[in-house]
């Protein structure tokens, strides 16, 4: 349910320009989305409860205090708890500076909510847009701006992983692009995130792959679509991390959705 939401901004604001905003608690269990063909950037907000956000191939879920990020053009569907249902606002925007916002990660964590100026959704004698678009500079100044300007190489590849892990990916690929040594690439992004390079793209294809296979597409077009060169590499690496083939794994996921909403 869209408890507010607000349409009618100006035009003449240039590097962040807010084409709409809103909040409210959708109907818990039933798919949002975003169709193609928006070219608004959009940033939802959790104010409170949790749900899942499903971008470029990926499930993440995301919780309170976090926001997850749509780009133009995207086709993305999101979807609250059922136990633990969420209230979000958001704020869809284009503008100069917009599109940098397409370099961070599909969900962010934040310390404080990003849009104050929602508080003053319904009260038509507050300049929304104007306010909406200085909470967007500040956030902007928060997430892209950083005061230490050396380039963190470890997120921006942790990102290039997320967005490209169905394309060829190497170690040795990351070090020549960054100009570092593979050793010591290897040795930080180890000590960052807890896995190896090679791990991690493992983790995210596979993450992906359970998502394609809810989608209906066979084993093989799973491990095409995800990035695997061998499909029994695939069904190898998928049944040593779930503990079944993707196939069975899909079954009785599908079972437990049945059954779900049965007992509803």
Not at 52 to 62: D, N
Not at 122 to 131: A, V, W
Request: charged share 25%; hydrophobic share 30%; proline share 6%.
């Amino acid at each position: 349910m869209i408890s507010a939401f607000q349409i009618d901004f100006s035009s003449e604001l240039h590097d962040f320009n807010p084409k709409f905003a809103g909040e409210g608690a959708p109907t818990p269990g039933v798919y949002g989305s975003v169709s193609d063909g928006t070219n608004a950037t959009i940033i939802h907000y959790i104010v409170q409860g949790s749900g899942q956000f499903y971008s470029r191939g990926q499930v993440f879920p995301v919780r309170a205090g976090q926001a997850f990020l749509i780009c133009p053009n995207e086709k993305n569907t999101y979807i609250s708890d059922p136990k633990d249902p969420w209230f979000y606002r958001w704020v869809g925007f284009t503008g100069a500076l917009s599109y940098q916002f397409e370099s961070l990660p599909a969900v962010l964590d934040l310390d404080e909510d990003p849009f104050p100026s929602l508080e003053y959704l319904q009260d038509p004698s507050k300049p929304l847009d104007y306010m909406l678009a200085g909470d967007l500079f500040h956030l902007y100044c928060k997430l892209l701006k950083p005061k230490n300007k050396k380039l963190d190489h470890i997120q921006q590849i942790i990102n290039h992983i997320q967005k490209h892990y169905m394309d060829p990916l190497t170690v040795e690929g990351f070090a020549k692009q960054y100009g570092l040594d593979r050793r010591y690439l290897s040795r930080q992004f180890k000590k960052r995130t807890g896995y190896t390079i090679r791990s991690y793209i493992t983790k995210v294809r596979l993450d992906s792959s359970r998502h394609y296979l809810m989608q209906g597409y066979s084993g093989k077009e799973v491990a095409t679509m995800c990035g695997f060169t061998d499909t029994s590499n695939f069904y190898k690496i998928f049944k040593d991390r779930f503990g079944r083939n993707p196939s069975v794994w899909r079954k009785e996921q599908v079972q437990k959705t049945e059954d779900y909403h049965n007992q509803g």
